[in-house]
């Protein structure tokens, strides 16, 4: 299924030919395209960035979501560790198109959880059968996860199969 996005291919390069002419400003751009507030500025100086690192290659929709493999995303979060780079210029220069996607991924590297390889079927949990884990059971769990560095999910998974 594809996504529509709020702003045309058309409108997002009007905006950043008007910005790099020096024309109107980027709080300007955002009034005349009913971008609310600081948001609408933002967006518009992002476009701007994105179009002077690939041209009109981020300007153009996205139909489908981005695969990144699991060492790409591992690649990239160490760049930034490194403090090599922003994650606006990590996004731009491997073509990721938002720095919000990097910030994710650093923050699951962070937070010791795995940046997995994309798949478009999300996890599903049956709270339904599940049956009520005593205390005592819960704290071995717990201790399992500080000791594997895992989530308590997956834990909690590997220890119903037990």
């Known amino acids: 299924m594809s996504r529509k ?32 507030g600081k948001y609408g500025r933002d967006q518009v100086t992002v476009w701007v960035h994105q179009y002077q690192s690939n041209q009109d290659a981020f ?18 979060v160490q760049e930034y560790l490194n403090g090599n780079s922003s994650l606006f210029s990590l996004a731009n220069k491997y073509g990721i ?8 991924w650093v923050s699951k590297y962070n937070n010791h959880i795995d940046n997995r390889d994309y798949d478009p079927h999300p996890e ?9 884990t005593p205390q005592s059971e819960r704290i071995k769990i717990v201790q399992y996860c500080i000791n594997h560095n895992k989530n308590y999910t997956e834990a909690d998974a590997s220890s119903q199969k037990n």
């Open 124 to 132: 599903v949990h049956m709270t339904k059968v599940r049956r009520k």
């Open 5 to 36: 996005s709020m702003y045309s291919f058309k409108q997002k390069k009007w905006a950043v030919e008007q910005y790099l002419s020096e024309n109107m400003s980027a709080v300007e751009i955002a009034r005349r395209l009913n971008m609310p």
């Open 59 to 76: 300007l153009s929709n996205a139909k489908h979501n981005a695969h990144y493999s699991k060492e790409f995303k591992e690649k990239v």
């Open 97 to 104: 198109r938002s720095r919000n996607t990097v910030f994710r």
